[in-house]
């Protein structure tokens, strides 16, 4: 009986609050430095930004288009005092949470008590808001570098961090990624496969993703939107996976670079092709909607020869999709 009036009562809030919060809430948390705003620059590619980063005052609230849904991203910056107004008032920084990301910085091994201690409370706001997102804990600054150089010490550290931070709640919505801004596919892949959990047209353009391969003859196909997130994809194998994620980046920010050119001429019929391992890897910016941002496709095939009509008709299918 009193389960029943609590799930009815539930359920009225939930109600209540849909009118409210509309977008899909994304909060990014966790101590200052630990590395949130430069996150979400990255997959912005404002890499110039990145270097002159200033401590994040307060919540930093962003609105982006994923897939035709508007999702609302909420960085909160972590210095101490606005970590305690966060605490004070979690109706307005942590409620309507769909997706949390704590990040903590694996390079500061004297603030993984604090961190730590920061993730309890976090939890324990979801847990008095009666809400339960999913968290995704990002063991971040797992810099290549580092990884080549101490991996036995490092492969440890993780471990033990993993363990703390599941002991430290009895939460059980909880997962994990390494991430580094210097590993960008690290980065891109963590955040697509968890907002691509938040949609459920994903599997849509999985299927249109594979049709398309076939009729062209490509081994793999990547599809990106302008957040650098991976939208769907098909790769018939590991390795083809391996070179079309490793590649992803340096097609997104060579394309950028080009935007400045000036040269406008002829854009459907423009795209990169880079020869390599005996394959070629073509890069394409597509438009799906006039005025909104652009997205991207790149592909492996073992010849370079392209149809401009292929492309155009994957672009109408996508786009009827997406926006219908
Ligand atoms: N080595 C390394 N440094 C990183 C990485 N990501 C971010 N940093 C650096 O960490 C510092 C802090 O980054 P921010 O993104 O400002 O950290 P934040 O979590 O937003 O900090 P607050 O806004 O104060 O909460 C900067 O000097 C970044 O350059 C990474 O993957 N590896
Ligand atoms: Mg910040």
């Known amino acids: 009986m009193e389960k029943n009036l609590k799930q009815s009562i539930l359920y009225l809030k939930k109600e209540e609050q849909e009118p409210v919060e509309i977008q899909n809430k994304i909060l990014f948390t966790g101590l200052d430095d630990a590395g949130k705003t430069s996150i979400i620059l990255s997959l912005q590619r404002e890499f110039s930004k990145i270097a002159v980063l200033s401590p994040t005052r307060g919540a930093q609230r962003r609105i982006f288009d994923f897939l035709g849904k508007e999702i609302s991203e909420w960085d909160l910056g972590g210095q101490t005092a606005y970590r305690i107004s966060y605490l004070k008032n979690p109706g307005k920084y942590f409620d309507g949470t769909e997706i949390a990301i704590y990040v903590i910085d694996i390079q500061n091994k004297p603030r993984i008590p604090e961190a730590i201690s920061y993730f309890k409370d976090v939890i324990e706001q979801f847990k008095k808001l009666e809400i339960e997102p999913p968290v995704y804990v990002f063991l971040h600054k797992y810099d290549p570098a580092l990884r080549r150089s101490a991996l036995n010490e490092m492969e440890n550290l993780i471990v033990d961090l993993k363990e703390q931070v599941r002991k430290a709640t009895d939460y059980k919505k909880i997962f994990f990624y390494n991430t580094s801004i210097y590993d960008f596919s690290s ?138």
């Open 187 to 324: 980065i891109i892949s963590a955040m697509s496969e968890i907002l691509l959990s938040l949609y459920p047209k994903s599997e849509l353009i999985e299927k249109t993703i594979v049709e398309f391969a076939k009729k062209i003859g490509s081994g793999g196909v990547v599809v990106i939107d302008d957040n650098s997130l991976i939208i769907g994809s098909y790769y018939k194998d590991d390795e083809t996976q391996h070179l079309l994620t490793a590649s992803t980046p340096y097609f997104l920010t060579l394309s950028d670079s080009l935007q400045y050119t000036g040269v406008q001429e002829n854009r459907f019929e423009e795209r990169m092709i880079v020869q390599r391992f005996g394959k070629n890897f073509i890069f394409k910016e597509i438009t799906l909607k006039k005025s909104k941002t652009p997205y991207y496709l790149l592909l492996l095939k073992d010849d370079p020869v392209f149809h401009k009509e292929d492309f155009q008709t994957f672009a109408e299918i996508l786009k009827e999709i997406l926006f219908k």
